[in-house]
């Protein structure tokens, strides 16, 4: 990549520098540090060690100051990679900041992690693994198992034994041995920690607090157990950044997984069961980037830790930590000169005319210049929009036409979205999402293949659209119309060959990669290529699970809508490829900054891509933009790479310990 910005906190300074540093320098990039202010000499001492190592000059720099310099370098000019742990607040700031520049950004953020227990769970090693969960380092860990979500049945009896442990804890100096826990890290993050707890108190919570000993100075903060608080509760929803618990209780596993997941964070969880096939399937249904099985808070740097939603993307550790640090070698650096105002009025749209075939009348609208007594098809096919499998009107009234290169002349009309169409179609994915995510991935590849069988079928007649529209010769569009099919075969096959791996960890144990699905992916197709481009963006996302909402070519739509009935006649469930026909920027607007959707792919313009960056931060989701770039989407790397399955997945490690005849 060049150059990469890595910015890391104070909780954990040499660990976590050296989850950013190693791995740009092994992947040939150089690094510029900027260490928390409180933890500026452990940095300076690596940087020692690096010298003394012989590594070059300029090679490792580290750059102390405030919190506001972390800004100023991630929005430098000649920084390529910004990679950032801390809190989601401070992430979301860089993702505005950096939005649009071309550089590629890691976040590593907050969270809310659930520590299921069920009641088939051995409670004594359960408490233990509380302990570890959230007094470890006082709480002041993005992973802390700071939800407890215990089953109703063994509620009382686990949190009695929680409150006996808590008595034995001993808070003290932290260099002492026999000490369990340290002080906070100053006295303004306890001042924040003891308001959470306040404002539990008053929303009708009861705490408990107690511990062995606690010095009487210094900012030190007694375990704090929080009960008969609510799911909505701001000491559950909340990252309090302490060692503050809060329990809240459920009766069924269905139950259990749906409170796990009742967070705007994804950061880590634990299952605590005696029942693995209970544990497994608890642990996969469990929205976050590690998963632990009687354990909490385990890391290795054969495994990558990062998390889905707010609590960031990107990896760091493992294989997959280190494609944050590469970049296909085909593709340059994207330096985009944006105008600020433009982003004020992008999206905006002002609907076209529809074309009446019945009146004998002139009709104006913008395509290149102003074109005049166009030539209106004497029957109105209005195309209408593809949303749950099933044909839709758009919710406006407007259409949109769409012309013929060579001669000007009107082909037909699709339909013009808007934001209620939007909304429809992200309701249809998030509907099919889960049974589409939950077929067999071979399942998954026989679909594909029935499309690319479905396609050949019609090879001519799509070759014949792409050059009424396009106005190329029509044995090029016969060569796009094969690679479309070719792609669609390759990426078939890949739906059963990425789904994880076994990482070589230190654990006595499993520790296994998934790839999961992102979920919901928002897609803006290019004006080139637009039946090759499609396919080559649709196939990978869907292949490995996730439901799309795509936006075709704006000049060129017709190759899209023609696969409706590809799609009807190849037993592609409902919901799983919503396609909306309109300005790509104007629904590009609501898509990105839709709630629920967890990802968008822009390939437009460099403003496009700067706003989809930005529009990204509220829920922090996952974009992929070509920031204004060309892409030859016949090449085999730049239509096809792997770079299309590392944005279709979600990373997520399950460690799974074992000891019964060697445990000891």
């Known amino acids: 990549l060049g150059v990469v910005a890595a910015i890391v906190p104070w909780n ?131 992973s802390a198992g700071s939800r407890l979500l215990v089953q109703e049945n063994i509620a009382d009896r686990l949190i009695g034994m929680i409150k006996e442990r808590m008595t034995h804890l001993r808070l003290g100096d932290s260099l002492d041995k026999s000490i369990d826990m340290g002080a906070i890290v100053d006295a303004s993050q306890r001042k924040t920690i003891d308001s959470y707890v306040q404002k539990a108190k008053e929303e009708g919570a009861e705490v408990y607090q107690a511990c062995a000993c606690m010095p009487t100075t210094g900012c030190y903060y007694p375990p704090t157990l929080i009960t008969k608080v609510q799911p909505v509760s701001i000491c559950v929803q909340e990252e309090i950044f302490g060692p503050v618990l809060a329990v809240v209780t459920f009766r069924t596993p269905k139950e259990g997984i749906a409170l796990a997941n009742n967070t705007r964070f994804g950061l880590a969880g634990s299952v605590w069961t005696e029942n693995l096939n209970l544990a497994l399937e608890t642990a996969i249904s469990i929205k976050a980037g590690s998963c632990w099985v009687n354990c909490h808070n385990l890391f290795d740097s054969a495994s990558g830790f990062g998390g889905y939603r707010e609590s960031g993307f990107g990896r760091d550790g493992g294989k997959e930590g280190l494609y944050e640090y590469v970049k296909p070698a085909w593709m340059p650096r994207a330096r985009p000169k944006l105008n600020k105002d433009d982003m004020k009025c992008f999206g905006a749209n002002v609907a076209p005319r529809p074309l009446n075939p019945s009146q004998d ?54 339909g013009e979205g808007n934001r209620k169409d939007v909304r429809e179609a992200v309701e249809a994915a998030h509907k099919a999402a889960p049974g589409w995510g939950k077929r067999a991935a071979h399942n998954r590849a026989q679909i ?67 790839h999961e699905p992102v979920g919901v992916i928002g ?56 396609i909306l026909t309109g300005s790509r920027d104007h629904l590009t607007k609501y898509l990105s900054e839709h709630q629920d959707v967890e990802a968008m792919w822009y390939f437009g313009s460099a403003e496009g891509s700067k706003f989809v960056e930005s529009a990204s931060v509220d829920n922090v989701k996952r974009t992929w933009v070509n920031y204004g770039l060309p892409r030859d ?3 085999y790397e730049q239509g096809q790479g792997e770079e299309f399955l590392y944005h279709a997945i979600e990373v997520k490690n399950i460690w799974l310990p074992m000891g019964d005849i060697f445990a000891n």
């Not at 009641?119 to 993005?142: H, K, M, P, R």
């Not at 190329?472 to 890949?494: M, Q, S």
């Not at 803006?524 to 070519?553: H, K, Q, W």
Request: proline share 6%; with cysteine; charged share 20%.
């Open 361 to 414: 009348e002139k009709h104006v609208f913008p395509v290149t210049g102003t074109i005049t007594d166009i030539e209106v098809p004497s029957i109105d096919r209005t195309v209408k929009m593809y949303i749950g499998g099933a044909q839709k009107r758009p919710d406006a009234p407007y259409a949109r036409p769409v012309f013929a290169s060579s001669t000007g002349h009107i082909l037909c009309q699709v």
């Open 448 to 514: 594909v293949y029935y499309v690319a069988e479905n396609l050949e079928l019609r090879h001519n007649e799509f070759a014949c659209r792409i050059a009424d529209m396009t106005g190329r010769t029509l044995d090029d569009c016969k060569n796009e119309v094969d690679i479309a099919i070719r792609r669609l075969f390759h990426w078939g096959a890949y739906a059963d060959k990425y789904g994880g791996t076994v990482q070589e960890t230190t654990l006595y144990g499993c520790t296994v990669k998934i």
């Open 12 to 142: 954990f300074p040499l660990m976590l520098l050296s989850w950013k540093v190693c791995p740009a320098l092994a992947m040939g990039n150089t690094v510029v540090l900027k260490p928390a202010s409180y933890t500026r000499m452990t940095a300076l001492l690596f940087a020692e060690i690096c010298t003394e190592a012989g590594l070059p000059p300029g090679v490792f720099n580290v750059v102390t100051g405030p919190g506001s310099m972390g800004s100023q370098l991630a929005t430098h000019p000649d920084v390529d990679k910004v990679g950032f742990t801390g809190s989601t607040e401070v992430g979301q700031i860089l993702r505005r900041a950096t939005a649009g520049t071309g550089v590629k950004l890691g976040l590593e953020l907050g969270g809310k992690s659930p520590f299921v227990v069920f009641d088939s769970a051995d409670l004594d090693s359960t408490v233990e693994g509380v302990v570890d969960a959230i007094f470890f380092n006082q709480g002041q860990v993005c």
């Open 633 to 635: 989407w016949t090449d």
């Open 523 to 578: 897609i803006a197709c290019p004006d080139e290529y637009p039946l090759l481009a499609f396919v080559s963006l649709f196939a990978p996302a869907v292949i490995r699970g996730n439901t799309v909402i795509i936006i075709p070519s704006e000049k060129h739509p017709l190759s899209a809508t023609d696969l409706y009935q590809v799609f009807d006649t190849s037993d592609l469930p409902g919901g799983v490829v919503n």
